[in-house]
C-alpha cells in the first residue's frame, strides 16, 4: 500500500509532538530528510538525529523505524518525535508530504490494521472507544473488546452456525450420502444455544451504553431545593445558575463527570411544579422525560419545608434505582430523615447540606454503589456500540425466525435461509461480511492519525 502520513498528537503546545508514516518503501520517504544514523539497522531503536530539507533544519527529533509485520498496521512505519506545537507538526509532515506521502485519512492507520488482518472491525471500534473514554471503566470495557473478547464469543457463534450450515447443505444437496442427516432436534439445539447467548449479550448493553457513553443520573426535585447546587459540588464548575429564587433552572443541565472511574452524565432538572409560566412548563416536562430516561434518578428535598402532595407522588413514583437527597440540613429543619423510612429504605436516604459540605462524600458513594448494581452479565462483554447492538438484534431476529421453523418442521433450505442471515448478521460484527458502506462509516469517526 502507498505510503501514508499523518499527526498523531494534538497541535496544542506541548513538550513532544508525534508524527507517523505507514506503507511499504516508508524508508525512501523518510531517510533523504532524515540527518542521522541509519534508522534500518536499528530497528526499533529510538534514533537521534534532525529533519532537514534542503539546507533548512526543520526541528531536532528522535525516530524509529518499525518493521512489518509487527506493527500497528502490519506494514513497515517510521515514527518521528519532534517538538510539540502546530509548527514543527505541520512543517514535518508537509515535508514528507513533499517526498511523495500522502494525508491519511481520517482512522486509516487502523483501517489498515483491520484490512490487514491483525484485529477485527469491533476491535477497529475499540480503539475509537478507548480513544474517548470517559473514564477507567469504560476504558476497561473497550480495552477488554480490544483485547478479543467480542471476536471469540461472535467467532465460536459464527462457527456453530457455520457447521449447523455445512450440515444442513448435505442433506438439501446430496441426500442419498451416507452421513445420516440432520434432525430437527439437532437443528432446534444449536440455535437454543445461539438464541441464548445472544440474548444475554444483549441484556448487557444497555450496561455497556452507559459505561461507554456515561451512566445517566437525572437530580430531580420541586425549585429551590439544591438541584443545581449539587450539580456544580459534584462537577466542580458553576454551571447551573444558583439563586433564591424558584424555578430559575429552565431547562434541563448536563454535566459529564466522573466518578471512582465511573462516566456519568448529570442530568439537572427544572423544578418540577405547576407553573402557568409557558417556558418553565417546557422544562418541567423536559424533566420528567429526563427521569424516565435516566439509568440512576437523585431526588432532592429540603429539610427546611415539609412533604406536599407533590413530594409524596414523586416518592412513590422514585425508580428502584434512586437516592433521595435531604437537603439544607443545616438550617431550622422542618423535615427529617425519618420521616422518609416510610417512602424509601433508610440506606437510600442521604442528609446533605450543599452550602456546608455536609453529606456530599456519602452520597458519591451511594451513586457509585447504584450504578455497580445495573444489570449485566460480567462473564460476557459489554457491548455498547450502536452498529453492533443493531447487528446482534438482526441476528437474533433471524434466530427466532429459524427456531419457528423447526417448530413448523419447514423444509431444511428455508431454515438453511435464516440460519445463514444469523451468521452474516454475526459476520458485520467483527467485519467479516462488511461492505465497503459500513467501512466507511466506522473509519470516518476517528481521528486522523489513529
Known sequence: MEVIVAVATSYVEAAIGVIRLSGSGVMEYVA???RGAD???????????HIVEGDRVIDEIM?????????????DMVEIFCHGGRVALEEISSALVRQGARPAQPGEFTERAFLNGRIDLSQAEAVMDLVSSKGRKAYEVALAHL???????????????????????????YPEEDEPEITYGEIETTMDRTIEL??????????????LQGIKLAIIGKPNVGKSSLLNRLSGLDRAIVTDIPGTTRDTIEQAITLAGIPFVLIDTAGIRE????????????SIKAMEQADITV????????????????????PDKSLVVLNKIDQEPRLRVVDLHDFVEADRVIATSMTEDIGLEELEEKIVAQSFGLEGDDTLPLIGNMRQIHELNEALKSAYDARSGIERQEAYDYIEVDVRNAYEHLGRIIGEEASGDILQEVFANFCVGK
Not at 152 to 160: A, F, K, L, V
Not at 198 to 211: A, C, I, M, V, Y
Not at 275 to 286: L, P
Open 275 to 286: 407553573t402557568a409560566d409557558v417556558i418553565e412548563q417546557m422544562g418541567v416536562e423536559r
Open 198 to 211: 445472544l440474548e444475554r449479550l444483549l441484556k448487557n448493553t444497555d450496561k455497556g451504553k452507559s459505561l
Open 32 to 34: 533523504p530528510l532524515f
Open 147 to 173: 483485547s478479543g473478547d467480542t471476536h471469540r464469543i461472535i467467532s465460536g457463534m459464527r462457527y456453530d452456525l457455520l457447521h449447523l450450515m455445512a450440515r444442513l447443505t448435505l442433506s438439501i444437496d
Open 299 to 318: 431526588l432532592v428535598l429540603s429539610a427546611d419545608g415539609t412533604l406536599d402532595e407533590e413530594d409524596i407522588i414523586r416518592l412513590n413514583k422514585l
Open 39 to 49: 534508522l534500518t539497522t536499528k530497528p526499533r531503536e529510538l534514533v537521534y538525529g
Open 63 to 75: 525516530a524509529v523505524y518499525l518493521p512489518a509485520p509487527k506493527t500497528y498496521t502490519m506494514e
